[in-house]
């Protein structure tokens, strides 16, 4: 399973975009690239998932160039709910175990 | 709908004290199963995963143990609890086979403090 790096800490505010940035350099060729989103005492939470390009729902924005050796999350219009740990995950998941590693994520702290 | 339970919610338990944490899932056959640990200001830690019945596969040493006595029941075990086994213990499903996108679906969790 691919390391990923990502920020530790961002601090945004109500009504601005936040662009969180992971960089995954060893990500090989089968590895899909997941957002999980946890708050305080719960668990983590689907975001989004992406293998190429750019990938939309209703909650955010996946970006991944070319190279695919990092992805930016985008998060249109944060509000204070949104604060939260963001976790980058890089793995194959073709396989059936389906093992998910997570690093230290990116605590964002949303200001009104 | 799929739901995944796990109890008891919080629980304070003595050094050297058993422990015995249950998870549950309704709404789907043959899932994959698994068990994480968050310490206070981590990240989580996988600890165990299941992809059936008695099959348990350990990701890191330690004096805990796993179990999956049915298709939709996982246990987390362990015969002395350590300080260092305080943490938020979070139990997770999946569906057995990959998709896209692939999710886990996370329990509410369990509060361990081990005093």
């Known amino acids: ?112 | 709908s799929q739901t995944i339970h796990q109890w008891p919610a919080t629980l304070v338990q003595p050094v050297g004290s058993p422990l015995s944490l249950e998870c549950t899932v309704e709404g789907t056959s043959n899932p994959n199963l698994y068990w994480y640990r968050q310490a206070a200001g981590r990240g989580l830690q996988l600890l165990f995963y299941s992809v059936g019945i008695g099959q348990i596969s350990s990701e890191v040493p330690q004096n805990l143990s796993a179990s999956r006595p049915q298709d939709r029941q996982f246990i987390l075990s362990s015969k002395k609890l350590l300080l260092s086994d305080s943490g938020f213990y979070l139990c997770a499903w999946s569906a057995p086979l990959a998709g896209e996108p692939y999710e886990q679906y996370f329990g509410p969790g369990t509060r361990l403090t081990v005093t």
């Open chain 1, 1 to 112: 399973l691919a390391k990923t790096t990502q920020p530790i800490s961002m601090d945004s505010y109500e009504g601005q975009e936040v662009n969180i940035t992971c960089s995954h350099n060893n990500i090989a060729t089968n590895d899909y690239i997941t957002w999980y989103q946890q708050f305080p005492s719960q668990g983590p939470r689907f975001i989004i998932q992406g293998y190429k390009t750019k990938v939309t729902n209703e909650v955010a924005s996946l970006f991944i160039p070319a190279d695919r050796k990092s992805s930016t999350l985008s998060l249109p219009r944060v509000s204070l709910s949104d604060t939260a740990v963001y976790y980058c995950l890089v793995g194959d998941y073709s396989g059936n175990t389906g093992k998910l590693i997570f690093g230290q994520g990116t605590t964002l702290q949303v200001k009104p």
